[in-house]
């Protein structure tokens, strides 16, 4: 692979994994490999090296916020002492740092493509990709999720859980509060790497009504509507 073109590499690397899914990978993990120019001589080599290799790994956003180990698999070829290339398959075990984010790069040193006539092997970069979550949308170490909230609990204010990457917290939802308003949970987001603390959660207020109400329920209703002055509307 040291000194050829990354075209036949491609097409025997998507006829084993269907356009980039890495066996092994783990759930939620998906492996896309790209081939790099290989490096040139150097006055300090005898040998030209191996090729650099990047590859990107999708992971969750609880690997991210707890740390993961995953096991990926990297179909590539491998140079002999005569220079001639091998097809296989190797697999990686890759730490997933606590912390890390959207576009992370992690390098596993020497694990990139053997050099020609015995010269280093290159790298193997990973890029990270999260995958989209059903509650929380992600902004760096900050985390936002949609809160719904009843009309008499936004109205009235009151304690509502949470649920965050830790387990659910209780949020006090202040009397008043408005559809759209957003409310912070400080230190409840992704872990910050370096032990410097971690990024806010912030609750995104959705006001709900019921679809179906029960005839006590109307009833209040049509006697709030008959007696309140509120105006929500200006013209």
């Given at each position: 692979?040291?000194?050829?073109?990354?075209?036949?590499?491609?097409?025997f690397f998507?006829?084993?994994?269907g356009?980039?899914?890495?066996?092994?990978?783990?759930?939620?993990?998906?492996f896309?490999?790209?081939?790099?120019?290989?490096?040139?001589?150097?006055?300090?080599q005898?040998?030209?090296?191996?090729?650099?290799?990047?590859?990107?790994?999708?992971?969750?956003?609880?690997d991210v916020?707890r740390?993961a180990?995953?096991?990926?698999?990297?179909?590539?070829?491998?140079?002999?002492?005569?220079?001639?290339?091998?097809?296989?398959v190797k697999t990686?075990?890759?730490?997933?740092?606590?912390?890390?984010?959207?576009?992370?790069?992690?390098?596993?040193?020497?694990?990139?493509?053997?050099?020609p006539?015995?010269?280093?092997a290159?790298?193997l970069?990973?890029?990270?990709?999260?995958?989209?979550?059903?509650?929380?949308?992600?902004?760096?170490h900050?985390?936002?999720?949609?809160?719904?909230?009843?009309?008499?609990?936004?109205?009235?204010?009151?304690?509502?859980?949470?649920?965050?990457?830790d387990?659910?917290?209780?949020?006090?939802?202040?009397?008043?509060?408005?559809?759209?308003?957003?409310?912070?949970?400080?230190?409840?987001?992704?872990?910050?790497?370096?032990g410097?603390?971690a990024?806010?959660l912030?609750?995104v207020?959705?006001?709900?009504v019921?679809?179906?109400?029960?005839?006590?329920?109307?009833?209040?209703?049509?006697?709030?509507?008959?007696?309140?002055?509120?105006?929500?509307r200006?013209?």
């Amino acid at each position: 692979m040291g000194g050829g073109g990354g075209g036949d590499f491609s097409d025997f690397f998507e006829s084993i994994f269907g356009g980039g899914m890495g066996g092994g990978a783990g759930r939620g993990s998906a492996f896309r490999y790209q081939q790099q120019a290989p490096f040139g001589m150097d006055e300090e080599q005898e040998e030209p090296g191996g090729a650099d290799q990047e590859a990107a790994l999708t992971v969750t956003l609880e690997d991210v916020a707890r740390g993961a180990t995953k096991n990926i698999s990297l179909a590539h070829d491998q140079l002999d002492r005569r220079g001639e290339a091998h097809r296989s398959v190797k697999t990686y075990e890759v730490k997933i740092p606590a912390g890390a984010t959207e576009g992370t790069r992690i390098r596993l040193a020497g694990q990139g493509a053997a050099g020609p006539r015995g010269g280093p092997a290159g790298h193997l970069y990973l890029t990270l990709h999260i995958a989209p979550h059903p509650l929380y949308r992600l902004n760096g170490h900050d985390l936002e999720l949609d809160l719904p909230l009843a009309p008499w609990e936004a109205a009235l204010g009151g304690k509502v859980p949470v649920p965050t990457v830790d387990g659910n917290v209780t949020m006090t939802i202040p009397a008043g509060s408005q559809s759209g308003q957003r409310l912070r949970l400080r230190g409840k987001g992704l872990p910050k790497p370096g032990g410097r603390g971690a990024g806010d959660l912030y609750a995104v207020l959705k006001l709900v009504v019921p679809a179906h109400l029960s005839p006590k329920e109307r009833t209040l209703l049509e006697e709030l509507a008959h007696t309140s002055t509120f105006a929500p509307r200006p013209w």
